[in-house]
């Protein structure tokens, strides 16, 4: 009789604290924590202020495939969007990285930096959503001559770039 009580009262507390636990969770979604009323947006081509000539283009572009993959927001025209991003590419540098250990002035390994300044507003409001500097890395072994190095290691590091900019708009609330 005495076992039987303990092991209804062991029951009963532990289905008491299943419920607690779980109460914990009752808040938690799955998902987006956009409102429903901003999960559109229209990207502006970039602005280029950084020298690098048509760089604009890379990262407005990557930042298009961003948003789709991210599936967060859905892509539509400026008239027909709630939310408008624009930026503005401020840098692209190439940083030495590493060294030849057996010829010290020559460089094993550069890192491609992409800067960029995003603001995104709401369009009925015009209420900033965010605005902030954004960096986009790509880290590459200097195999072959600079100026093809600088050019193949842009995708990437606007692409770093790209889901640092959606990250940042998302993750705004």
């Not at 938690?28 to 283009?57: C, D, M, W």
Request: charged fraction near 20%; proline fraction near 3%; hydrophobic fraction near 40%.
């Amino acid at each position: 009789m005495k076992n039987r009580l303990f092991t209804h009262t062991l029951s009963c507390c532990i289905a008491v604290l299943a419920l607690a636990l779980l109460d914990g969770c009752a808040n938690y979604q799955v998902g987006t924590t956009l409102p429903r009323h901003l999960r559109t947006i229209s990207v502006e081509t970039f602005h280029n202020k950084s020298g690098e000539p048509l760089i604009e283009a890379e990262v407005t572009r990557a930042v298009l495939q961003e948003i789709q993959r991210e599936g967060q927001l859905r892509l539509l025209e400026r008239n027909a969007a709630a939310i408008h991003l624009t930026g503005t590419v401020t840098g692209y540098t190439l940083e030495p990285v590493r060294y030849d250990q057996n010829r010290p002035r020559s460089v094993s390994e550069y890192r491609a930096v992409v800067k960029v300044h995003i603001r995104a507003v709401e369009a009925r409001t015009g209420k900033k959503i965010v605005e902030q500097d954004v960096v986009g890395y790509n880290t590459f072994s200097a195999v072959g001559d600079l100026t093809t190095l600088r050019r193949t290691a842009l995708p990437e590091a606007a692409r770093q770039a790209a889901h640092e900019i959606v990250n940042a708009v998302v993750s705004a609330w």
